[in-house]
């Protein structure tokens, strides 16, 4: 595989930083002279939807491959010849179960994981932790809002997303929890690739 000249990524950076400022001139409206009220609403929204995204992104590619681990394991096939059995009826069934709207939801593959020893308690526990975010971020459009249900009226209200028990809008939080889930992700990659080659 030849790789692209400098030349060709010079012009796919420009490329793609100009349709990033255009997506985010229509979503975002950043007039900065107008309303500044609206702007730092919609600059609140924008944060929020950059956590939103990571943490998404990040759930997303750990189900990938957590998906991948357990088909491997299922099938008794090393990464590599995991797709060529995908088309037997036995991976099709494990494509519905796991990849579906019907399929088992992330917490029931989790435990299957812990089952079939592919991930371990500990492993699992801190995935869980990375789900319970991900439903905030999927079923709440404002995300650095505190909690008030179950709160006495003077009682401290915790915001939202607590990874840890600190506000993921934190930079110095949101710089550790995607530390700890990219290092999480990045095992269960070598670990997916070395099954049976090891």
Same mark, same amino acid.
């Given at each position: ?41 919609? =600059? ?5 939807? /950059?956590?939103?995204?990571?943490? &998404?992104? %990040?759930?997303? +590619?750990?189900?990938? @491959? ?30 519905? =179960? ?5 399929? /088992?939801?992330?917490?029931?593959? &989790?435990? %299957?994981?812990? +089952?079939?020893?592919? @991930? ?79």
């Amino acid at each position: 595989m030849s790789t692209p000249s400098k030349g060709f990524l010079s012009k796919k950076i420009r490329r793609l930083e100009r349709e990033i400022a255009q997506i985010e001139d229509i979503f975002y409206l950043p007039e900065k002279r107008g309303d500044a009220t609206l702007h730092a609403g919609m =600059l609140e929204r924008k944060r929020d939807d /950059v956590i939103r995204g990571a943490v &998404l992104q %990040l759930h997303t +590619a750990i189900e990938d @491959i957590l998906d991948s681990q357990i088909m491997c394991h299922v099938l008794e096939v090393p990464a590599h010849q995991r797709m060529r059995l995908m088309r037997t009826h036995k991976g099709r069934a494990l494509r519905r =179960l796991l990849m579906t709207a019907e399929g /088992v939801g992330f917490d029931n593959k &989790l435990d %299957l994981a812990v +089952a079939l020893k592919i @991930i371990s308690n500990s492993r699992r526990k801190r995935l869980a932790v990375l789900n319970t975010l991900r439903n905030k971020c999927s079923h709440n459009w404002l995300l650095k809002v505190p909690v008030r249900k179950g709160r006495r009226p003077r009682q401290m209200k915790p915001p939202l997303l607590l990874y840890e028990g600190r506000d993921v809008h934190a930079i110095p939080t949101f710089r550790e929890f995607i530390g700890e889930y990219g290092a999480i992700y990045a095992r269960m990659f070598v670990e997916y690739l070395d099954y049976r080659d090891s």
